[in-house]
């Protein structure tokens, strides 16, 4: 089982961010430009929690198509989902995932 507190290092090695929210204790935000995923710890150390969105405020902007466009939406906050942006949601996650992978 790996341990999550090298998991976590590896995943700050590999240049991503740490971040806490309130209403959501047991799990932690993994950030890198402007991205974020939540995990959590599980008997098989640190898993991915939905899919990782964009970081509006304290909060994570999920991808929702919205009158035929495609958005990062949290509430009545609204980010535009452009190729560039969707591109590097997909790095990051593919990146995350390889980290959490070689622990």
């Known amino acids: 089982m790996p341990d999550p507190a090298e998991q ?3 995943i700050y090695l590999a240049g ?3 971040e806490t ?3 959501f204790p047991k799990a932690i935000g993994v950030v890198r430009d402007n991205i ?3 995990l959590e710890a599980t008997p098989e150390g640190l898993k991915m929690v939905g899919t990782p969105g ?3 405020g304290e909060a994570l902007g999920v991808l929702v198509e919205k009158e035929g466009r495609k958005v990062f939406q949290y509430k009545s906050e609204i980010v535009d989902a452009t190729a560039e942006r969707l591109e590097m949601v997909r790095r990051f996650r593919e ?3 390889e980290v ?3 622990s």
Do not use: D, Y
């Open 100 to 102: 959490l992978k070689s």
């Open 8 to 10: 976590l290092q590896r």
């Open 54 to 56: 964009w970081h509006m």
């Open 16 to 18: 991503f961010q740490f």
């Open 95 to 97: 990146e995350l995932e």
């Open 21 to 23: 929210f309130e209403r």
């Open 36 to 38: 974020i995923a939540m």
